[in-house]
């Protein structure tokens, strides 16, 4: 084997590593995503229901699915995503700390993470149709 022919197999396969590497992300980040959506649905349910305990333990368990999303969209370089999802689960501290006091208040702090989800939707998200795909 000649040197080029080497380097070039080197290269090749260091190239399907990394599309692998990506194809593999895509499905952890789709359920993030599908916990997230649940997660977030049922905050909302547990707030209108004045069930603070509830609703504390879903706000933590987001701050922690937008920590995953932080950390899938960091290697990325998607400065927007990243600040989106630290945004999101900051905003998920905030319903918590407020529905321990008053979960009405804490409803006010799910409209501002509401925003973040959206924000990040409209710039990196895409619908098929049949379903989404990420954008970085
Ligand atoms: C940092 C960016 C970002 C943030 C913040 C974000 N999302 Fe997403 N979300 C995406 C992308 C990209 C997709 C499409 C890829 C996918 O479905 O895996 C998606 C897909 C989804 C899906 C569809 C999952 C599926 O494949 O069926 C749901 C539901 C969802 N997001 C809910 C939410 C909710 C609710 C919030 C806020 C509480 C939120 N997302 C915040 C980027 C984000």
């Known amino acids: 084997m000649n040197r080029q022919f080497v380097l070039v197999m080197i290269v090749i396969a260091a190239v399907f590593a990394a599309a692998t590497a990506f194809a593999q992300q895509h499905r952890p980040y789709d359920q993030i995503m599908k916990d997230v959506g649940a997660t977030f649905a049922s905050l909302k349910k547990n707030l209108d229901a004045n069930s603070a305990a509830a609703a504390i333990e879903d706000a933590a368990k987001l701050q922690g699915l937008f920590k995953e999303t932080e950390a899938f969209w960091a290697p990325l370089k998607t400065k927007d995503a990243v600040d989106f999802a630290k ?25 501002g993470l509401q925003k973040n989800c959206a924000g990040c939707h409209f710039s990196h998200r895409e619908d098929t149709g049949k379903g989404f795909l990420i954008r970085p």
């Open 87 to 111: 945004r999101a689960s900051d905003a998920a501290a905030a319903v918590g700390v407020a529905a321990k006091s008053d979960t009405k208040a804490a409803l006010e702090s799910y409209t």
